[in-house]
T-cell receptor, first 114, second 116 residues
Framework: GESVGLHLPTLSVQEGDNSIINCAYS??????FIWYKQESGKGPQFIID?????DKRQGQRVTVLLNKTVKHLSLQIAATQPGDSAVYFC?????????????FGQGTILTVHP | EPEVTQTPSHQVTQMGQEVILRCVPI?????FYWYRQILGQKVEFLVS????????KSEIFDDQFSVERPDGSNFTLKIRSTKLEDSAMYFC??????????????FGPGTRLTVL
């Protein structure tokens, strides 16, 4: 039968493990790349961003890697906690006159088991 | 911590009716956005707004949609004649002045619109 909506990729990890969430982006001209976390019933919450002239950026427990050659973005979460369970979206910001216009990826459901 | 607020949290309407979704962006922000998210799908850009006019809009944002900043604090999205396929979560977002570093875009909690 016809499917409705997207079937999001899922990642299940144990508490304390490291998680890696991947994303393929579409616009090679995008200037910024951002990871958002969305908990059930809430709006997207900013996690970390990286500019197109960088290939790695670290935050608190999170690292974002950017590979412009293959248009790939990843989010690494260290020592994953149950509170990290959410849907994670990557987003592109074209910058310039389109600054702030975000194009979101499809999302990955992260489930952390205690 | 400052936050974007949205009202109502849930709006149920009949097909063909007009709805107005309201947002209060963070007070010193100057760029405002509306996005929508159909259940189970990704977040989609609708429109950006700066200096009291639309900066950019997507294909989704057709003549049935309009935005307004009626006063110094509110930012509204109006759907003139709702269709079943307008059922979605609608998120408002805002940014401060863009600078050399990336400015985080703050999202509101969303309004769930259900069109019957």
């Amino acid at each position: 039968g016809e499917s409705v909506g997207l079937h999001l990729p899922t990642l299940s990890v144990q508490e304390g493990d490291n998680s890696i969430i991947n994303c393929a982006y579409s616009n090679s001209a995008s200037d910024y790349f951002i990871w958002y976390k969305q908990e059930s019933g809430k709006g997207p919450q900013f996690i970390i961003d990286i500019r197109s002239n960088m290939d790695k950026r670290q935050g608190q427990r999170v690292t974002v890697l950017l590979n412009k050659t293959v248009k790939h973005l990843s989010l690494q979460i260290a020592a994953t906690q149950p509170g990290d369970s959410a849907v994670y979206f990557c987003a592109e910001d074209a910058g310039g006159t389109s600054y702030g216009k975000l194009t979101f990826g499809q999302g990955t459901i992260l489930t952390v088991h205690p | 911590e400052p936050e974007v607020t949205q009202t109502p949290s849930h709006q149920v309407t009949q097909m063909g009716q007009e709805v107005i979704l309201r947002c209060v962006p963070i007070s010193n922000h100057l760029y405002f956005y509306w996005y929508r998210q159909i259940l189970g799908q990704k977040v989609e850009f609708l429109v950006s707004f700066y200096n009291n006019e639309i900066s950019e809009k997507s294909e989704i944002f057709d003549d049935q949609f309009s935005v307004e900043r009626p006063d110094g604090s509110n930012f509204t999205l109006k759907i003139r004649s709702t269709k079943l396929e307008d059922s979605a979560m609608y998120f408002c977002a805002s940014i401060n002045i863009p600078g050399t570093a990336y400015n985080e875009q703050f999202f509101g909690p969303g309004t769930r619109l259900t069109v019957l």
